[in-house]
Every structure is written in structure tokens, then in C-alpha cells.
């Protein structure tokens, strides 16, 4: 399955951003997808899943309450809905499809381009 994430920018802190992530070639309903962040000189890290369904979601405790996981299996995208940004949410942004529900990076099997999304103070 290809991936393609767009929805980053620049924003001011307290601001809000919407990512999406447009799945083609292989039947979307087919994976669990993910989203991902890695800040420069970081490793890339977990930040929300949800199942093929969309009954299943699962958030780091860093951005529950704020972030939304959602999916339009109609139209084969991912959603990333970024409320009351902090700085600390400054990275890229990659989408990602799997078969198993998981918070490994290593354990997906497709991964978008990723987008950036920066948060000024």
C-alpha cells in the first residue's frame, strides 16, 4: 500500500493542525494504521493507531486529550486531528500500515513520506 501524508505547517502554540494520510493500491480496510513523530536527533516514536474498524484507538499519554485518530475507509485516509499544540509536538510526521496493532515502529510494514509539522512558542 502506498501512503501519502500531507497537513503540516507552522503553527502557534495552542493552535490546531489536521493531518491526512491517503492510502492507495492495497485495500485500506486490510490495516491497522498508525502515526508517527520523530523530532531531529530523536528516535521515532508512537503517537496514536487505530484499528481496521475504527473501534479501537490508542494514544501516548502525552497527547490523550488532545490528538483524535479517525479514518475514512470509504475514501482509504487517515486522519490526525492536533488540538492545543505544544512545541515538544515539533517533528515529522509519518503515517504508517500494519497488520498488527502495535507501538514499535519496526513492527509496521508501510510508512508515508511524512509531513512537518512545527509549533512556535
Known amino acids: 500500500v502506498q501512503l501519502q501524508a500531507s497537513g503540516g505547517g507552522l503553527v502557534q502554540a495552542g493552535g490546531s493542525l489536521r493531518l491526512s494520510c491517503a492510502a492507495s493500491?492495497?485495500?485500506?480496510?486490510?490495516?491497522?494504521m498508525g502515526w508517527f513523530r520523530q523530532a531531529p536527533g530523536k528516535e521515532r516514536e508512537f503517537v496514536a493507531q487505530?484499528?481496521?474498524?475504527?473501534?479501537?484507538?490508542d494514544y501516548v499519554d502525552d497527547v490523550k486529550g488532545r490528538f483524535t485518530i479517525s479514518r475514512d475507509n470509504a475514501e482509504n485516509t487517515l486522519y490526525l486531528q492536533m488540538n492545543s499544540l505544544k512545541p515538544g509536538d515539533t517533528a515529522i510526521y509519518y503515517c504508517a500500515a500494519g497488520v498488527y496493532i502495535n507501538r514499535s515502529p519496526a513492527r509496521w510494514d508501510y510508512w508515508g513520506q511524512g509531513t512537518q509539522v512545527t509549533v512556535s512558542s
Open positions: 487505530i484499528n481496521r474498524s475504527g473501534g479501537y484507538r
Open positions: 493500491g492495497r485495500t485500506f480496510t486490510n490495516y491497522n
